[in-house]
């Protein structure tokens, strides 16, 4: 199993859940977060005064998956996620030891 964390442009999270959904994956955990890269924020003027946004807003999504549908599922997400413009955002894949779920006790896949 894996967990893949995907960090995009807020207003493409419904674009990468549908995506998703359609390979069969319907769980996953949403939240708002703010961050820079290569980005690096910009400036914007308020009432005369110039300052500097650091933080960008994003979203991270998280799913767990089968080690069989990685490779389709970052796909899916990065096709859902593509804007080319800069600020689109990263990946991140990592083992999963395990994972339970705690109303059954199902382990492994199964609690996916």
Known sequence: M???????????SDDV?????ELGIN????TEVKGF???KGHTELYRGAEYVIDFLP???????????????AIEAICKAANTGQIGDGKIFVTAL?????????E???DAL
């Open 2 to 12: 894996k967990l893949i964390t995907a960090i995009i442009k807020p207003f493409k």
């Open 17 to 21: 859940r549908e995506s998703l959904q």
């Open 27 to 30: 769980g996953m955990t949403v």
């Open 37 to 39: 890269g290569r980005q």
């Open 58 to 72: 994003k979203a991270k999504v998280e799913i767990a998956v089968a080690d069989e549908i990685v490779d389709q």
């Open 97 to 105: 030891e395990q994972s339970i779920r705690i109303r059954t006790g």
């Open 107 to 109: 382990t492994g896949n």
